[in-house]
């Protein structure tokens, strides 16, 4: 309870603590009309922008700084006259009251270009900044010039997020390659071409919803220069070096973007750990939540049996050992000023290696035992994707939009596993197919009045066959003295359809009106049979575990929204009702027809332009899958099996959601602080039964389930050291029921705490630096608690020597604190060091990774059941000598 005191009392001091003068006022015509979204910027002397904001739509504007002394208040407007009023601010003022009146004027072309200069424009709902002014010299793709810029923060991972919320697309001159895959673009796309990027707040995915809908998404734009859209352009990227594996990579990138058409082409072969794809599902799959027509984006087939490849807690790159090859056909094609058509070509070859030795204790009941596993796994992957999107400007209100995909993996898998002293293999070949229709219509009948029409079809299906040569099950399965070897086979399909029709009309008060209709059906298939084996011959085909399951859902539905908006307050209420016909076919059919509502209310609370509150409790209702209701035993690991409960079953939730920003993303200072918490008044648990050698878990319905989850973000600018704080507070507490081994139903409490800290510089000179720090203690509770604590800090030094000569030190240092052995410490250390022959032309750099050669680390993770210690290999030292080419 300690770090939960604290994470509550941060948030507090942090509001209270931070005192800041307060600048507000009302920005109005001659008329006294409100102006919109007017850009206000305070400016130094030297005209150096100390901060900004803009109006709000009732023409209020509050603008807050901690400097004090004499500054220009800079107030402009399109098709209004520009304003700047001197301001003084005192030692000890906090609020500064300064209404403005702007005269009109007829829009003038070159006030445009004078502002474009500016390092941040704001216009309305779009942010711009001209990336001239946050290069530091060692950026080389988008990823790495968004990590610059104010507000934008870019995981490891490259999933991209201004404030705390992840953009919906990364576009180029306002078209979208890639959608919610935008990693493959921002990991691969060089900067040169790059002019300004822009942030879009309130962002629609559907253009013509644009100030319709109720939207809190932001997406980005990358502005090209004007010579990077008459002409082919590009890159080659080449590198080889020393090191056991003899690392490679080698990179190209092909563009044009022209005013009609636009084409991006790219490979990248390497074996050094980089993943240049993201993940790859956001492309193939993406998945918007509660998004207008987003029909079926929930919907795909799963994947029952996996040879596992986790690494948890550690840098993905470092123990990536892969050889992968990817090539990718994009263009966007306009084939008239009412029809643009989309075309994306994917092609992807990996090959990984995996390592990993582990010792499991399990502590059940009286029960004590101990595995050991010595595991080498090789995966070769191939994806092959393609997608086709139309778009049909039938008049300026009305669209149509048709895209089609197919996709077509595979994954061939094979272990080495020693498994207690005893030698086996695996193999498993995973296959997916998809096809995937959609057709969207949309009229915007009237300005605030839209109706869409939704249509999906999708088709998937994804077989796997497993093989393993040995034969653990003995216990499990008496009389089988001559088996020697096990295989299983599965084949999984869905066959989905979709309609909905959804009105949106928002009103001349602002509030918000929703009716959505729809009809969703679902089929799956789903066979599964293991096979007894000696040598090639089946010697049996235990009935008990066969599964033959068909079950389809249809759910119609229909739902209501109203957003009621009263000044600064919006109340939301929600009503989604739901009739279900379900059907479940083993060796007899059985049917349920369901029907049940969930009721949803929230508000949120725009206190003033710098405090905002939210809030929100729903109930659902949620309908059974495939996974919970066939009814006999799936082997999904070499020791697991696993069912379902055989039935029908629809669960309920409840959540209530609290939440509370400080600040904005782009100002100086800016908290978030969110409280989730969930009770599932019924839910999915495990009757389980593991011994030493197989476990047996079958899926069963218990009542109440509760979790508790708590964050708070602070992000903090400092402009005296020109660098900028984040800290991260978390806590999490999980609690659940399961039983195993014919015990009575276990309680199992889990908690989590984390709290990290990071420290950016934004120097303009020849030296910036990035350090910072995360704790994380995970604690199990049963009859026993066990918990462990992982820290890893880092510090990454940047010298920019000149326009030619810069360097980049990356120094990273793991600790993994284990239940009841000494603690673990790793230290790796990277290096990048580029040398410019020629600007925009030839450059050089020098590559170094894991230069200490750490080859493995240890560490450790809990449950309710065991305490486990994995070790895992790591890529060893490899430095590249490395040459980009640009044309």
Known sequence: MNQLFLLIVSCFIANLSYSQTSITGKISDDKKNAISFTNVLLKNFKNNIISYTFSNEGGSYELKTDDKGNFNLVISAMGFEKKIILVEIPENEKNIVLDVVLKEMPFELNEVIVNATKPIIIKNDTIVFNVKSFFKGNEQVVEDLL?????????????????????????????????????????????????????LQKYSNNKLLKGVEQSDKV???????????????????????????????????????????????????????????????????????????????????????DLSSFTPNFKASRTNFNNAELVSLNAIFTLSNKVKMKTLGFFNWD????????????????????????????????????????TYDISKTKMLEISSKYNNQEENSKSDLVFNEAETNERLINRNELFDQKIIFTNKFEPTKALIFTGRYIYEK????????????????????????????????????????????????????????????????????????????????????????????????????YRLKIDNLALTGKLETHQLFNQLEFETITKQQPFFVNPSIGFDWEINQKNKVQSSYSYNTTNATILDVYSNYILTEFSSFSKGTGAFNQLNASSILLNYQLGNWSDKFFANTLIIYNKNHDFFSTNSFITQNYSLAEKIVIKDREMLNMSANIDWYF???????????????????????????????????????????????????????KWTTNEIKTTIVNSFTDNVTFLDLIFVFNNKLNFKIQTERYYFGSVNQGNNIYNFLDLDARYVIKENRLTFSLSGKNLFNTETFKSYAISDINVSTTAYRLLPRQVLLKMEYRF
Do not use: C
């Open 719 to 773: 402009k005296a050291m020109s660098s900028n704080l984040k800290l991260d507070l978390g806590y999490s507490k999980y609690n659940y029921k399961n039983i195993v081994n014919n015990s009575d139903l276990r309680e199992v409490t889990s908690n989590n705490y984390n709290y990290g800290i990071e420290l950016r510089s934004g120097f303009k000179g020849v030296f910036n630096y990035h350090i910072g720090t």
């Open 147 to 199: 990590k610059n810029i104010p507000g934008i923060q870019v995981s490891a991972e490259g999933t991209i997020k201004v404030g705390n919320q992840e953009v919906e697309k990364v576009m180029i001159d306002g078209d979208d390659f890639f959608e919610k895959g935008y990693k493959i673009l921002t990991k691969n796309m060089p900067i040169n071409p790059v002019e300004q990027v822009e942030i």
């Open 462 to 561: 994804s077989p796997q066959n497993y093989n393993i040569n040995k034969f653990f099950y003995q216990d499990l399965f008496p009389n089988t003295n001559t088996v020697n070897n096990v295989g299983q086979m599965i084949e999984n399909e869905l066959q989905f359809a979709g309609f909905e029709a959804h009105l949106l009309d928002r009103k001349d008060n602002g509030n918000l009106l929703e009716l959505k209709f729809g009809n969703q059906y679902r089929k799956d298939n789903l066979l599964s049979i293991l096979f007894l084996k000696e040598n090639n011959s089946v010697i049996e085909t235990p009935t008990d575990y066969q599964n033959n399951t068909i079950y389809s859902t249809n759910d119609l539905y229909f739902n209501s929204k």
């Open 351 to 390: 090959e990984n290696d995996f390592f990993r030795n582990s010792i499991e204790t399990y502590y059940i009941n009286e029960t004590t035992f101990t595995n050991t596993e010595d595991y080498k796994l090789r995966k070769k992957r191939f994806t092959g994707f393609g997608k086709v999107d139309v």
């Open 219 to 305: 997406a980005l734009n990358l502005k090209l220069k004007a010579d990077a859209k008459r002409q082919w352009f590009g890159n080659l990227n080449l590198g080889y070096g020393v090191g056991t594996k003899k690392p490679y990579e080698a990179q190209s990138n092909l563009m044009s973007f022209g005013k009609k058409n636009k084409y991006y082409f790219l490979s990248n072969f390497n074996n050094v750990g980089d993943d240049v794809t993201g993940e790859i599902n956001q492309l193939i799959r993406p998945f918007r939540f509660d998004e207008i027509s987003s029909v079926g984006d929930n919907q795909s087939t799963y994947s029952l049996m």
